[in-house]
């Protein structure tokens, strides 16, 4: 097998709509999730937006109770082929990494690429993110 490096597998294939799956420090869990990337230009900008799915669907909506429906994005099983269960994603709350942070955890073993994310659920997932008013204007200038 032909050893491909990290940061030419990162480089080659990022794009509006990639998912990572990983753990990330951030969150209370040490269990990976489904990160999806929203930028409109991931190779050129600063910072990569990341969204983060959850299976935990009500705990989610129970979290963001006082925040508006639009703002969270429900994701059926088979609306995302990589889902093996219906999820969520909460967009008032974006990741902001830089494509280093994403080379590094794949070169160590701590990352896997999925499939892309279609054009329609990546539209609803910037619209949910743009909507939230928890999400700074300077992240959302990245995918407007």
Sequence with gaps: MIHIPAETQIKATIKAGSVFYFVDESLSSDQPHYFILI??????????????????????????KNLSITTLV??????????????????NTVFDRTIEQLIHKLSCGELKLKSYVGEKLLEKLRFAVISSPL?????????S
């Design 74 to 91: 429900e994701i059926k099983h088979n609306e995302y082929s990589d889902f093996t269960m219906d999820s969520i994603i909460d967009c």
């Design 39 to 64: 930028n409109k230009k991931p190779l050129t900008d600063h910072k990569l937006l990341l969204v983060c799915a959850s299976s935990q669907i009500q705990k989610v909506k129970m979290r963001r």
């Design 135 to 143: 999400v700074d204007n300077e992240l959302k200038k990245l995918i």
